[in-house]
């Protein structure tokens, strides 16, 4: 199937208009990181909309989970800024970092749930660790998050007792269990068949529909992100190409970009002498 | 030849660098470890006491049955062999001497030590490790939760309570072993054999080997923390840092124990 195949399905998109007014969840400016002396984002600019649906973009390799990792604190960045919720997250405290990260979500690429509890247990984790609820009031918590992403019944199953879409949906439930402002997704349909992965781009966008936050995605699939974005931001070898709506990106004459939607990869290195440097600088 | 050599220099440097980096760490570790114990409460992360219970029952209870079969085995070792060399002399019964001098001060806590490191500390580097890889630790942090408050610092609590008691227990068990082989081969009443031990060993003989168990404790737990922590790539890095972890934490073990055993022998 051609990209330019995929139709609009799902919840209608709330009209651009209306989010430009919207003020910024993440303001990322002249972002630079690097792992080791190696540079992997080159002066990235980007600012993500209240309630939008933002899809980060761009081939294996081209510095998408860098981004992600930095945007999340996990990754500190060499210079430039990650504002998020209005806060500098690298310039913060640990207490108020603390504090910021109970108004975010995180659903990583393959779920991160901790194999030693169950998935109730896992959902209720960040309720049990920032709140003083009941653990009844936890419990009922968890369940009703279980069932929007329609895991209800599995409470008691071991995370090695599931199949991939559903360690992606109890991911999902653990990352919003909080009714966090903003939803960060690495990869939600890697690893998927079709079906599953079409199924957890509907839940991505009934969550919206139904929680209001904001959602940042990161995927190499075009279709998943033709589907579920607001807008799309690609990134290619560190550096944003453009940052645009899914009929944008689509109509773009950037030569990179068009290779990206077409599939059209750079040919595969078969020398040995510049695969091994490639490794050799990747390992530094 | 020159160029191999300058080579080899780099590495070893750089091998020193990484060790004495890995020190650091485990000082870090140590003292964050500290912190949340003390300050947990006031940031709202507290040191879960049910995650500290069940480390505890993991690391000492559930490890009742191989220590007490080691120990009750190496008592009677000590027994035959302290036997067979004082016949020498024709001095069999100073064997007591023997068995209450070195159990308490050497036996108990390097043979715990040692099972503790193979048995809890191989599973906390492969705990962590896997973790790690799974990206359960950044699960962890982005969700606000202190990895090392959640994770080091119930094990390092149970480890420092946990590695003295079981060599508590562990000495125990070996002066009975060897109290049963004595009564066996030279007919020691079991009255004699504990009126005799009573008066060998003293109580800063106990401590001696009780202090030196907290250390053992404290350095399994920080060597296995690191090199699970230091896991790189799949089950194949899990694997090669747990064993890391037991062979460090031995050698850590040992050498402590030659330092303990230097500096009390002489003041
Ligand atoms: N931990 C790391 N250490 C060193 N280099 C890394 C590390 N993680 C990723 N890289 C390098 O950074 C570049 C971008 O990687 P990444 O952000 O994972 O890309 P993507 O997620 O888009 O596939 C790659 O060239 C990769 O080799
Ligand atoms: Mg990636």
């Known amino acids: 199937m051609s990209a330019t195949a995929v139709v609009h399905e799902g919840p209608a998109r709330t009209p651009d208009l209306e989010l430009v007014a919207m003020p910024s969840v993440i303001e990322v400016i002249d972002l630079v990181t690097h792992y080791g002396s190696r540079e992997i984002l080159h002066k990235i600019s980007l600012n993500v909309r209240q309630g939008e649906i933002m899809v980060i973009m761009g081939g294996s390799g081209s510095g998408k989970s860098t981004l992600l990792n930095t945007l999340l604190g996990l990754v500190r960045p060499t210079s430039g800024i990650v504002r998020i919720l209005g806060e500098d997250l690298n310039a913060i405290s640990d207490v108020e970092r603390t504090r910021l990260r109970q108004k975010t979500g995180v659903a990583f690429q393959g779920g991160a749930l901790f194999s030693s509890l169950n998935v109730l247990e896992n959902i209720m984790l960040p309720l049990r660790e920032h709140t003083k609820l009941d653990v009844q009031t936890m419990r009922i918590m968890a369940r009703l998050k279980m069932q929007v992403v329609n895991l209800a019944g599995f409470e008691n199953l071991m995370p090695s007792e599931l199949s991939g879409g559903m360690i992606k949906r109890a991911a999902l439930a653990r990352a919003v269990v909080m009714d966090p402002r903003i939803l960060f997704c690495d990869e939600p349909s890697a690893g998927l068949d079709p079906v599953v992965s079409s199924a957890i781009d509907d839940l991505i966008l009934t969550m919206r529909e139904a929680m209001g936050m904001s959602i940042v995605v990161v995927t190499h699939e075009l279709e998943s992100a033709f589907k579920i974005a607001d807008r799309i931001c690609v990134l290619d070898k560190g550096n944003i190409l453009m940052v645009g709506s899914v009929e944008e990106v689509r109509g773009s004459s950037n030569e990179r970009i068009q290779n990206l939607l077409n599939r059209r990869t750079e040919a595969e290195i078969l020398d040995p002498d510049e695969y091994l440097k490639r490794l050799t600088a990747a390992n530094d | 030849m ?237 694997g090669k840092m747990t064993t890391r972890s037991v062979v460090l934490s031995i050698c850590a073990i040992i050498v402590t124990d030659m330092i303990f055993a230097f500096v009390a022998t002489r003041s």
Not at chain 2, 15 to 41: K, N, P, R, Y
């Open chain 2, 2 to 238: 020159r160029q191999r050599f300058a080579d080899y220099m780099d590495r070893a440097g750089r091998s020193t660098i990484d060790a004495m980096a890995e020190f650091g760490l485990g000082a870090v570790l140590l003292w964050q470890s500290l912190f949340w114990i003390v300050m947990g409460h006031r940031r709202a992360q507290p040191v879960r006491i049910n995650a500290t219970f069940e480390r505890c029952v993991e690391v000492g209870i559930q490890a009742l049955p191989i220590i007490t079969l080691m120990s009750v085995t190496i008592g009677i070792m000590l027994a035959i062999q302290g036997i067979y060399s004082l016949r020498v002399f024709g001095a069999e019964d100073q064997v007591v001497l023997g068995v209450g001098m070195s159990v308490p001060r050497e036996f108990g806590p390097l043979i715990t030590g040692i099972l503790v490191a193979g048995r809890t500390g191989s599973s906390l580097a492969a705990r962590i490790g896997t973790m790690k890889i799974n990206q359960e630790l950044d699960a962890l942090m982005v969700m606000g939760v202190n990895p090392i408050r959640f994770i080091v610092t119930p094990a390092l609590i149970a480890m420092t309570i946990m590695v003295p008691a079981l060599t508590f227990w562990s000495e125990i068990v070996m002066l009975i072993g060897a109290g049963w082989y004595i009564g066996l081969d030279l007919g020691m009443s079991w009255a004699a054999y504990i009126d005799r031990l009573r008066e060998i060993v003293t109580v800063d003989d106990v401590l001696h080997g009780l202090k030196k168990a907290t250390l053992f404790g404290i350095f399994i737990t920080l060597v296995g923390v690191i090199n699970g922590a230091l896991v790189k790539g799949g089950a194949e890095g899990v």
